[in-house]
C-alpha cells in the first residue's frame, strides 16, 4: 500500500493520486515517519501522458519505425548465453521480486536491491523493476515539451542521460560499466532523433510516446542486473516487450494476452536459461509489436503477470510500506500492519481509497492463488503483509472478521424518490442512464425493497450536472407526482468495511453500527453487496474521521478513546486531573481505554489541546499556555476535534450557567459527567427536557458525585429501580459537611471553629452556606426523588436553615466565616439540650415517596441510633424499598471530600467507557 489516497471514480481521472492534506497535527508531527509509511506513488499516466494519446498515426507507419528501433535493445541475451530448453521452467522454484521506482532511486539504492536479490535463496529469480524515481515523470515531460516545439526538451533529455550515467558510474566500473554507457548513448541519440521527429510534426503517438517513457525501465533493469553480475551470480535482463503482449481495452487499461505472452517468454528462456533474471516492468508490445505501456501501477501489473506465467512461489512488491494497513495511519494512529489479506479484501481496500495494489494487478496471480507480499524495502526485518487465498492466521472471533477501514470523500448523495417508481421497469435504467449520459461515474448505489426511493453516491463534482441531468429527464413524472424529488446531499463521505469473512458472521454490522452510533454519527446510506466483503456507509464528511476511529477502535482494539473537557479545575477538578494522570496509563495497558484530557477551563483562562494535555505538567501550562475562558470556544474545540469518536464534558463547577448548558452538549452528542448538583436540582421542567434528550439519544449523562460523593447512592437507586423495585422512602444524612461538623461538635469545642475544619477539609460548597442553609441537602432530596419518579420542585421541600437570620444577607462566603463564630452561643445552647435528653443532633433528609414529599431538618436521635453513630464527613442513606422493607438498604460512608468526589467522578468516567465498548 503506498498511500491512503482517494483516487476519483470519474472514468477520466481513475488513477490520479492527489496527496491530501494532513489532517493530523499530532501525525504532522511525526512527518518522518509516515513519509516511510505512506508514499505517494508516481503517476504513470501523468497529465502529459493523456493529451499524448490523442493524436494517432495509422499503426502500420509507426508500428514499423518502432519494430526497427526496437532491434538493439533485442539483442540484451548474450549469444553465449543461449542454450536450447524444451521445457519453460515452472512452479515452486520461481520467485518474483517488484522494485519500484523509490527501491531504485539512487545508485546506494539500487546496490540495496541487488543485495536483497542475491539474498532470496530461490532457485530462480525474476525481478522487475520500475524505472528510477522519476524517470518515467521526466520522460513524459520531454516527449510533452518537444510536441509543443518548446526546445527545453533537449535540456530534459540532458538530464536523463546525466541521471543514469551518474548512478551508473557509481554503481559499475569496467566492462559492465563501459557497456552500459554505450547502450546509453545509443539509446539517447536514438532518442534525440525521434524527439526531433515529434517536434517537426507537432504530435506524439501514443506509441511513440509510449516507446519514449519506456527507457527509463530499460536503464534501470540494466543496471541492476550488471550490478547483480559484478558479484558473479550470473544475471540477465529482459525486455518485457518481447515477451508481454497486450490488447488495449478502454481508456487507459489493457488486457494481457496470457496465452501469446506464454509462448514468446518460453522462446524468450529458450534462448536464455539465466537462474537470475531482471525484467522491465511497466513496458509490453501489442500483437503487432508496437510498444506500449501497462498503465497506472504498471511495474505492479508486470510482476503479477510474469508471477502468473511461471507460476511463482510468490511475489513480493517491494515498496516503502510496512504494509498493509488496518486504516488510513494518518487519521487512526492506532491503525495496524494488517498480516494477512485475502485478494478480495485487497481488492475492496484498493477500491476505497487505500492504494494497496491496483485490483487488476491481484487477477493474474489469484487464478494460481499465488501470494503477493508487500515489504517495506527500508525495513527488511517487517515481515510485511501477504495477500492470498485463505487468510492464515484465523482465529474465528468477530473482531478478525473485519479487516480493514477505508474512506472516499467530496461525495454526494443523490435520491430520487416518488411512488411511482413501485413496480416500473426500466425507472433504474432511466436514472442511470441519465447519470452515464453526463459522464458521472456512480460510487454506491441503495435502494430500498419498497422501491421507493433510489439513492446513489457520485463525486460532489459531479453532482450538478447530475441532478440537471435527472431533473431534465424526469419533468414529467416530477410535474405529474409519480416522482416527488430529486434531492442532493451534499458533503459526503464513505466509510468502508472490508472484512473477507463478514460474510459468514453474525453481529459484524450490529457491532459497526453500534460503535458508529455511540459515537453520535448519523448514517445517511448503507450498501451492501451480497458478496459481504465489504459494508459501505454513506455519512456527513465532517463526521468521516471520527466514524472511521470510533469503528477502526472497536473491531481492532476495542480501545475506547475519549476525548475528556474539563470545566472547573477547583477542589475537586484538580484532584480529578491528579487521579488521571496517575491511572491513565494503567486504563491504556489493561482496559484499552484512552482517555485524552483536551482541555481545561476555569473561571478566567482555560488551556486547550489537539492531542490530550500532558497532565504532568496541566498546572504550569494552565498558566503559561491559558487563553482568555471562552466555554463556547471550548465546547467547539472539543466537538471539531474528529479524532476522537467520543467526547464528554466533566463540569466540576457549582455554577448554575454551566448546567444550563447540558441540554445543548448532549444534542451535539457530548458526553455529560457532573458532580455539580445544579442541573438535576434546578427547574423541573428543564431537568425533565433534557433527562427526555437524553434517554431518547445514545448520549450519556451521569451524576454520581451529586449525591454521597463517590458513594454508589444514584448507581444503587437506579438499580432498585431498574430491576422493578418500589421505592418506598430515602432517608439519610446527605451532607458530609453537616455531619462533619455534628460528628465533631463535642466538648468544648465551638460551632463556628469545626465549620471552618469543614470547609478546610474540602467537605462544604464552594459557599459553606450552601450547607449551613440546608440548601445542598435539599438539592440532593430533589436529585433523589425526581430519580425515584417525584415531579418536585427544590421550593416544595421545607428546609430548616442553620444560617442566622442576621448572616443571610453576608455578601461573601469570607464574611459569613468572619461572623459565625459570634452565633456560637446560639449553637452551644441547642446541642446541650439535646445532651440533655440523651440525643445528638443530625441533620436529615427525607425523600417520602408514598406521599410524595421532601423534608429536609435538623432532628435530634437518641445515643444508639445508626445515625449517631457516624464520624469524619460520613454520609448514611437507607433505602426503604418493597424489597427492603423490614430492615432498609444502607449505604455508609465519606460522602465528601476532594479523593471520595473526584474518584467518583472518575468512576462515572469509566462507566461511560465500558458504555462505549471499553472491555468489562
Ligand atoms: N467538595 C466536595 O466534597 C464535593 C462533593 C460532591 C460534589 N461536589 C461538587 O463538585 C463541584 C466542585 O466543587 P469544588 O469543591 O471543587 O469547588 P471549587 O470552588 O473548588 O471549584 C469550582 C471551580 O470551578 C470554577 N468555575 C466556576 N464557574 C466556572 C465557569 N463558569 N466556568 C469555568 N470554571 C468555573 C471555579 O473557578 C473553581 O475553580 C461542585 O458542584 C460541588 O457541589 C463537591
Ligand atoms: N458540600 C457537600 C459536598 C458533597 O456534595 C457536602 O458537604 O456533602
Ligand atoms: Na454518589
Same mark, same amino acid.
Given at each position: 500500500?503506498?498511500?491512503?489516497?482517494?483516487?476519483?471514480?470519474?472514468?477520466?481521472?481513475?488513477?490520479?493520486?492527489?496527496?491530501?492534506?494532513?489532517?493530523?497535527?499530532?501525525?504532522?508531527?511525526?512527518?518522518?515517519?509516515?513519509?516511510?509509511?505512506?508514499?505517494?506513488?508516481?503517476?504513470?499516466?501523468?497529465?502529459?501522458?493523456?493529451?499524448?494519446?490523442?493524436?494517432?498515426?495509422?499503426?502500420?507507419?509507426?508500428?514499423?519505425?518502432?519494430?526497427?528501433?526496437?532491434?538493439?535493445?533485442?539483442?540484451?541475451?548474450?549469444?553465449?548465453?543461449?542454450?536450447?530448453?524444451?521445457?519453460?521452467?515452472?512452479?515452486?522454484?520461481?520467485?518474483?521480486?517488484?522494485?519500484?521506482?523509490?527501491?531504485?532511486?539512487?545508485?546506494?539504492?539500487?546496490?540495496?536491491?541487488?543485495?536483497?536479490?542475491?539474498?532470496?535463496?530461490?532457485?530462480?529469480?525474476?525481478?522487475?523493476?520500475?524505472?528510477?524515481?522519476?524517470?518515467?515523470?521526466?520522460?513524459?515531460?520531454?516527449?510533452?515539451?518537444?510536441?509543443?516545439?518548446?526546445?527545453?526538451?533537449?535540456?530534459?533529455?540532458?538530464?536523463?542521460?546525466?541521471?543514469?550515467?551518474?548512478?551508473?558510474?557509481?554503481?559499475?566500473?569496467?566492462?559492465?560499466?563501459?557497456?552500459?554507457?554505450?547502450?546509453?548513448?545509443?539509446?539517447?541519440?536514438?532518442?534525440?532523433?525521434?524527439?526531433?521527429?515529434?517536434?517537426?510534426?507537432?504530435?506524439?503517438?501514443?506509441?511513440?510516446?509510449?516507446?519514449?517513457?519506456?527507457?527509463?525501465?530499460?536503464?534501470?533493469?540494466?543496471?541492476?542486473?550488471?550490478?547483480?553480475?559484478?558479484?558473479?551470480?550470473?544475471?540477465?535482463?529482459?525486455?518485457?516487450?518481447?515477451?508481454?503482449?497486450?490488447?488495449?481495452?478502454?481508456?487507459?487499461?489493457?488486457?494481457?494476452?496470457?496465452?501469446?505472452?506464454?509462448?514468446?517468454?518460453?522462446?524468450?528462456?529458450?534462448?536464455?536459461?539465466?537462474?537470475?533474471?531482471?525484467?522491465?516492468?511497466?513496458?509490453?508490445?501489442?500483437?503487432?509489436?508496437?510498444?506500449?505501456?501497462?498503465?497506472?501501477?504498471?511495474?505492479?501489473?508486470?510482476?503479477?503477470?510474469?508471477?502468473?506465467?511461471?507460476?511463482?512461489?510468490?511475489?513480493?512488491?517491494?515498496?516503502? *510500506?510496512?504494509? /498493509?494497513?488496518? +486504516?488510513?495511519?494518518?487519521?487512526?494512529? @492506532? !491503525?495496524?500492519?494488517?498480516?494477512? %489479506? $485475502?485478494?478480495?479484501?485487497?481488492?475492496?481496500?484498493?477500491?476505497?481509497?487505500?492504494?494497496?495494489?491496483?485490483?487488476?494487478?491481484?487477477?493474474?496471480?489469484?487464478?494460481?492463488?499465488?501470494?503477493?507480499?508487500?515489504?517495506?524495502?527500508?525495513?527488511?526485518?517487517?515481515?510485511?503483509?501477504?495477500?492470498?487465498?485463505?487468510?492464515?492466521?484465523?482465529?474465528?472471533?468477530?473482531?478478525?472478521?473485519?479487516?480493514?477501514?477505508?474512506?472516499?470523500?467530496?461525495?454526494?448523495?443523490?435520491?430520487?424518490?416518488?411512488?411511482?417508481?413501485?413496480?416500473?421497469?426500466?425507472?433504474?435504467?432511466?436514472?442511470?442512464?441519465?447519470?452515464?449520459?453526463?459522464?458521472?461515474?456512480?460510487?454506491?448505489?441503495?435502494?430500498?425493497?419498497?422501491?421507493?426511493?433510489?439513492?446513489?453516491?457520485?463525486?460532489?463534482?459531479? *453532482?450538478?450536472? /447530475?441532478?440537471? +441531468?435527472?431533473?431534465?429527464?424526469?419533468? @414529467? !413524472?416530477?410535474?405529474?407526482?409519480? %416522482? $416527488?424529488?430529486?434531492?442532493?446531499?451534499?458533503?459526503?463521505?464513505?466509510?468502508?468495511?472490508?472484512?473477507?469473512?463478514?460474510?459468514?458472521?453474525?453481529?459484524?454490522?450490529?457491532?459497526?453500527?453500534?460503535?458508529?452510533?455511540?459515537?453520535?454519527?448519523?448514517?445517511?446510506?448503507?450498501?451492501?453487496?451480497?458478496?459481504?466483503?465489504?459494508?459501505?456507509?454513506?455519512?456527513?464528511?465532517?463526521?468521516?474521521?471520527?466514524?472511521?476511529?470510533?469503528?477502526?477502535?472497536?473491531?481492532?482494539?476495542?480501545?475506547?478513546?475519549?476525548?475528556?473537557?474539563?470545566?472547573?479545575?477547583?477542589?475537586?477538578?484538580?484532584?480529578?486531573?491528579?487521579?488521571?494522570?496517575?491511572?491513565?496509563?494503567?486504563?491504556?495497558?489493561?482496559?484499552?481505554?484512552?482517555?485524552?484530557?483536551?482541555?481545561?477551563?476555569?473561571?478566567?483562562?482555560?488551556?486547550?489541546?489537539?492531542?490530550?494535555?500532558?497532565?504532568?505538567?496541566?498546572?504550569?501550562?494552565?498558566?503559561?499556555?491559558?487563553?482568555?475562558?471562552?466555554?463556547?470556544?471550548?465546547?467547539?474545540?472539543?466537538?471539531?476535534?474528529?479524532?476522537?469518536?467520543?467526547?464528554?464534558?466533566?463540569?466540576?463547577?457549582?455554577?448554575?450557567?454551566?448546567?444550563?448548558?447540558?441540554?445543548?452538549?448532549?444534542?451535539?452528542?457530548?458526553?455529560?459527567?457532573?458532580?455539580?448538583?445544579?442541573?438535576?436540582?434546578?427547574?423541573?421542567?428543564?431537568?425533565?427536557?433534557?433527562?427526555?434528550?437524553?434517554?431518547?439519544?445514545?448520549?450519556?449523562?451521569?451524576?454520581?458525585?451529586?449525591?454521597?460523593?463517590?458513594?454508589?447512592?444514584?448507581?444503587?437507586?437506579?438499580?432498585?429501580?431498574?430491576?422493578?423495585?418500589?421505592?418506598?422512602?430515602?432517608?439519610?444524612?446527605?451532607?458530609?459537611?453537616?455531619?462533619?461538623?455534628?460528628?465533631?461538635?463535642?466538648?468544648?469545642?465551638?460551632?463556628?471553629?469545626?465549620?471552618?475544619?469543614?470547609?478546610?477539609?474540602?467537605?462544604?460548597?464552594?459557599?459553606?452556606?450552601?450547607?449551613?442553609?440546608?440548601?445542598?441537602?435539599?438539592?440532593?432530596?430533589?436529585?433523589?426523588?425526581?430519580?425515584?419518579?417525584?415531579?418536585?420542585?427544590?421550593?416544595?421541600?421545607?428546609?430548616?436553615?442553620?444560617?442566622?437570620?442576621?448572616?443571610?444577607?453576608?455578601?461573601?462566603?469570607?464574611?459569613?466565616?468572619?461572623?459565625?463564630?459570634?452565633?456560637?452561643?446560639?449553637?452551644?445552647?441547642?446541642?446541650?439540650?439535646?445532651?440533655?435528653?440523651?440525643?445528638?443532633?443530625?441533620?436529615?433528609?427525607?425523600?417520602?415517596?408514598?406521599?410524595?414529599?421532601?423534608?429536609?431538618?435538623?432532628?435530634?436521635?437518641?445515643?444508639?441510633?445508626?445515625?449517631?453513630?457516624?464520624?469524619?464527613?460520613?454520609?448514611?442513606?437507607?433505602?426503604?424499598?418493597?424489597?427492603?422493607?423490614?430492615?432498609?438498604?444502607?449505604?455508609?460512608?465519606?460522602?465528601?471530600?476532594?479523593?471520595?468526589?473526584?474518584?467518583?467522578?472518575?468512576?462515572?468516567?469509566?462507566?461511560?467507557?465500558?458504555?462505549?465498548?471499553?472491555?468489562?
Amino acid at each position: 500500500m503506498r498511500s491512503l489516497t482517494v483516487a476519483s471514480r470519474h472514468p477520466g481521472a481513475a488513477f490520479s493520486t492527489r496527496r491530501r492534506p494532513l489532517l493530523h497535527p499530532a501525525a504532522a508531527g511525526r512527518d518522518s515517519t509516515f513519509q516511510r509509511c505512506w508514499r505517494w506513488e508516481k503517476t504513470q499516466d501523468s497529465s502529459f501522458g493523456s493529451s499524448l494519446r490523442t493524436s494517432r498515426l495509422p499503426r502500420t507507419v509507426h508500428g514499423d519505425i518502432l519494430k526497427n528501433l526496437l532491434a538493439p535493445t533485442a539483442g540484451a541475451v548474450s549469444v553465449e548465453q543461449a542454450e536450447a530448453i524444451a521445457d519453460l521452467p515452472k512452479g515452486e522454484m520461481w520467485s518474483v521480486h517488484k522494485f519500484g521506482g523509490t527501491c531504485m532511486g539512487t545508485s546506494e539504492r539500487i546496490h540495496n536491491v541487488a543485495d536483497i536479490v542475491l539474498r532470496d535463496p530461490s532457485e530462480r529469480k525474476l525481478v522487475v523493476v520500475s524505472a528510477m524515481s522519476k524517470v518515467t515523470d521526466m520522460m513524459y515531460n520531454l516527449v510533452n515539451k518537444a510536441q509543443s516545439r518548446d526546445d527545453s526538451y533537449i535540456a530534459v533529455l540532458d538530464e536523463v542521460f546525466d541521471k543514469h550515467m551518474t548512478t551508473a558510474k557509481d554503481l559499475l566500473a569496467g566492462e559492465d560499466l563501459a557497456r552500459f554507457l554505450s547502450q546509453l548513448h545509443a539509446d539517447i541519440s536514438n532518442l534525440k532523433a525521434m524527439l526531433r521527429a515529434i517536434y517537426i510534426a507537432g504530435h506524439a503517438t501514443e506509441s511513440f510516446s509510449d516507446f519514449v517513457v519506456g527507457h527509463g525501465e530499460l536503464w534501470s533493469a540494466q543496471m541492476l542486473s550488471y550490478a547483480i553480475q559484478k558479484s558473479g551470480t550470473p544475471c540477465s535482463w529482459m525486455d518485457t516487450r518481447e515477451v508481454l503482449v497486450v490488447n488495449p481495452s478502454g481508456a487507459n487499461q489493457v488486457d494481457p494476452d496470457y496465452l501469446e505472452s506464454e509462448k514468446r517468454l518460453e522462446k524468450w528462456f529458450s534462448r536464455c536459461p539465466a537462474e537470475t533474471i531482471i525484467a522491465t516492468g511497466f513496458i509490453a508490445s501489442t500483437p503487432e509489436n508496437i510498444p506500449t505501456t501497462l498503465k497506472r501501477d504498471g511495474s505492479d501489473f508486470s510482476a503479477a503477470i510474469i508471477g502468473s506465467l511461471v507460476k511463482a512461489r510468490q511475489v513480493t512488491i517491494w515498496t516503502d *510500506v510496512d504494509g /498493509v494497513f488496518s +486504516a488510513d495511519p494518518r487519521k487512526v494512529s @492506532e !491503525a495496524v500492519i494488517l498480516s494477512t %489479506l $485475502s485478494y478480495q479484501e485487497a481488492w475492496e481496500m484498493s477500491y476505497f481509497g487505500a492504494n494497496v495494489l491496483h485490483p487488476r494487478t491481484i487477477i493474474p496471480v489469484m487464478k494460481y492463488n499465488i501470494p503477493i507480499v508487500i515489504r517495506n524495502i527500508f525495513n527488511t526485518s517487517a515481515p510485511g503483509t501477504m495477500i492470498c487465498q485463505q487468510p492464515a492466521n484465523e482465529n474465528g472471533d468477530l473482531e478478525a472478521c473485519v479487516k480493514a477501514f477505508a474512506t472516499i470523500d467530496k461525495l454526494a448523495l443523490v435520491n430520487v424518490e416518488g411512488t411511482g417508481m413501485a413496480g416500473v421497469p426500466g425507472t433504474a435504467n432511466a436514472i442511470f442512464g441519465a447519470v452515464k449520459d453526463v459522464g458521472a461515474n456512480v460510487i454506491m448505489i441503495s435502494q430500498a425493497s419498497s422501491e421507493h426511493s433510489v439513492c446513489f453516491a457520485v463525486p460532489e463534482k459531479e *453532482v450538478a450536472l /447530475v441532478s440537471a +441531468a435527472l431533473h431534465a429527464r424526469f419533468r @414529467e !413524472a416530477l410535474a405529474a407526482g409519480r %416522482l $416527488s424529488k430529486v434531492e442532493v446531499i451534499h458533503n459526503c463521505s464513505i466509510l468502508a468495511t472490508v472484512g473477507l469473512r463478514m460474510a459468514s458472521t453474525p453481529g459484524v454490522s450490529a457491532t459497526l453500527f453500534d460503535a458508529l452510533a455511540k459515537a453520535n454519527i448519523n448514517v445517511r446510506a448503507i450498501a451492501q453487496g451480497c458478496s459481504e466483503y465489504n459494508i459501505t456507509i454513506v455519512l456527513k464528511q465532517e463526521d468521516c474521521v471520527r466514524a472511521l476511529r470510533a469503528a477502526h477502535s472497536r473491531f481492532f482494539l476495542s480501545k475506547t478513546t475519549l476525548a475528556v473537557g474539563i470545566i472547573g479545575p477547583g477542589l475537586i477538578g484538580r484532584t480529578l486531573l491528579n487521579q488521571l494522570k496517575d491511572q491513565a496509563a494503567v486504563l491504556k495497558e489493561n482496559m484499552n481505554i484512552d482517555l485524552r484530557v483536551m482541555g481545561i477551563a476555569g473561571s478566567r483562562t482555560m488551556l486547550l489541546s489537539d492531542i490530550g494535555v500532558d497532565l504532568t505538567q496541566w498546572k504550569e501550562k494552565l498558566q503559561t499556555e491559558a487563553e482568555p475562558a471562552n466555554l463556547d470556544k471550548f465546547v467547539h474545540h472539543l466537538s471539531e476535534n474528529h479524532f476522537f469518536p467520543n467526547r464528554v464534558l466533566v463540569d466540576c463547577t457549582a455554577d448554575t450557567s454551566v448546567a444550563s448548558h447540558y441540554y445543548d452538549w448532549l444534542k451535539k452528542g457530548i458526553h455529560v459527567i457532573t458532580p455539580n448538583k445544579k442541573a438535576n436540582s434546578g427547574p423541573l421542567d428543564r431537568y425533565l427536557k433534557l433527562r427526555t434528550l437524553q434517554r431518547a439519544s445514545y448520549t450519556h449523562y451521569f451524576y454520581e458525585a451529586t449525591v454521597g460523593a463517590g458513594l454508589p447512592i444514584i448507581s444503587t437507586l437506579r438499580g432498585l429501580l431498574e430491576t422493578g423495585d418500589k421505592i418506598l422512602r430515602i432517608e439519610g444524612i446527605f451532607s458530609g459537611t453537616l455531619s462533619y461538623i455534628f460528628n465533631n461538635f463535642e466538648g468544648a469545642r465551638t460551632f463556628s471553629d469545626v465549620v471552618a475544619e469543614a470547609k478546610k477539609a474540602g467537605y462544604t460548597e464552594p459557599d459553606p452556606r450552601d450547607d449551613l442553609s440546608g440548601t445542598d441537602v435539599a438539592r440532593k432530596v430533589i436529585i433523589l426523588a425526581r430519580e425515584s419518579g417525584l415531579g418536585l420542585e427544590l421550593s416544595d421541600i421545607p428546609v430548616r436553615s442553620l444560617v442566622p437570620e442576621a448572616l443571610k444577607s453576608c455578601t461573601s462566603a469570607d464574611e459569613y466565616m468572619q461572623k459565625l463564630p459570634s452565633f456560637d452561643e446560639d449553637w452551644a445552647r441547642e446541642r446541650k439540650n439535646a445532651e440533655a435528653a440523651g440525643e445528638v443532633l443530625r441533620y436529615v433528609g427525607v425523600v417520602d415517596v408514598v406521599n410524595k414529599k421532601g423534608q429536609v431538618e435538623l432532628r435530634a436521635y437518641k445515643r444508639d441510633h445508626p445515625f449517631a453513630q457516624l464520624s469524619g464527613s460520613d454520609n448514611i442513606i437507607a433505602f426503604t424499598t418493597s424489597r427492603y422493607k423490614d430492615q432498609p438498604l444502607i449505604v455508609r460512608g465519606p460522602g465528601a471530600g476532594a479523593e471520595v468526589t473526584a474518584g467518583g467522578v472518575f468512576c462515572d468516567i469509566l462507566r461511560l467507557s465500558s458504555y462505549l465498548g471499553a472491555p468489562s
